[in-house]
């Protein structure tokens, strides 16, 4: 894909979660809870907010004591954070630099930033996320001991019943095509307890954790029959200075502006209270696609079959 195109589609997926978050109180009262109750691990400090999706987190940060703040990636959010401390005392505080992560060096001559902030999770953490920036940015710029706001983040997937997804027409999801979307799926629509697939911290994480392959195993809450599964994840930061969890974005959670990611079966599976559904389920890179992953769900010991999906 021609690279002036790819920027193009990153910055209009970025201009539409930004205006998602700004709307989503669940992460805003989170993320405004974390400084505010932390603010003295930001005084002084030089802050890189990498991405700048929202500019939300520039302007925390910049509010509770940072002596320098850089964002990088959504100007259009960088702009509006200029504009709400312009005329201020802290409005040289903030400052942003336009090109890719790759590209860019930090103002001054700095060579280290303290903390790095970032709203890098995308939909089932992975897809249309900031992942590989953040990692690039933590190994060039943050010193040693820098913390990394937010850092963890944790997948789980559970079975669920049928699944209409809203503002969808009950025929319009018989389509043997649609195995694969973005939604909201319910309490009572689950059909076992949550399946922890993988804790990411990107404090200690590498490049390659971002795809994974492993097992999954979980038991039926009630008799019926499982369509599909959900992808969720709980976000939280978590270093020796700070230890808080922030919002999930699970069936039993309040809505936030990211979506779980639900995977239909190719046909349903029965299954009875307590039964164990066992299988294997991979993530990987999906090369058509700008940020987007691939899933592989596979069944097995009551379920022999396995499918490949695309988002």
């Known amino acids: 894909m021609d690279s002036e195109i790819e920027g193009d589609l990153n910055c209009n997926r970025d201009m539409n979660l930004s205006h998602a978050m700004l709307n989503d109180p669940i992460s805003c009262n989170a993320y405004y809870e974390l400084f505010q109750t932390h603010d003295d691990l930001f005084k002084d400090k030089i802050v890189l907010d990498v991405g700048c999706r929202s500019g939300m987190l520039s302007l925390m940060a910049v509010e509770v004591g940072a002596i320098k703040v850089i964002a990088t990636g959504n100007m259009e959010s960088a702009d509006f954070v200029e504009k709400a401390l312009s005329g201020s005392e802290k409005e040289d505080i903030f400052e942003s630099i336009n090109g890719s992560i790759e590209q860019i060096r930090l103002p001054y001559g700095l060579k280290k930033v ?51 997804p809203e503002n969808f027409q009950e025929d319009e999801i018989d389509s043997e095509d649609e195995i694969l979307l973005e939604d909201y799926v319910r ?125």
């Open 114 to 164: 303290d903390i790095i902030v970032s709203e890098w999770m995308g939909h089932a953490i992975f897809t249309e996320s900031l992942y590989r920036d953040v990692i690039y940015a933590r190994d060039k710029w943050l010193v040693k001991g820098g913390l990394i706001i937010p850092n963890v983040a944790t997948l789980f997937m559970a079975g669920i019943s049928k699944h209409v």
């Open 187 to 311: 309490p009572d629509q689950l059909m076992t307890h949550r399946f922890r697939l993988k804790i990411t911290n990107l404090s200690v994480a590498n490049k390659e954790d971002e795809y994974f392959q492993g097992p999954f195993g979980m038991n039926a809450l009630r008799d019926g029959e499982i369509e599909g599964f959900v992808l969720h994840f709980d976000v939280a930061v978590a270093h020796d200075k700070i230890s808080m969890p922030l919002f999930s974005i699970g069936p039993r959670a309040p809505k936030t502006y990211l979506k779980q990611t639900v995977i239909y079966l190719e046909d349903n599976l029965m299954v009875q209270k307590h039964e164990m559904i066992e299988g294997y389920i991979g993530m990987f890179a999906n090369k058509s696609a700008v940020r987007g992953v691939e899933f592989i769900l596979g069944m097995k010991t009551i379920y022999e079959s396995s499918s490949e999906m695309s988002e």
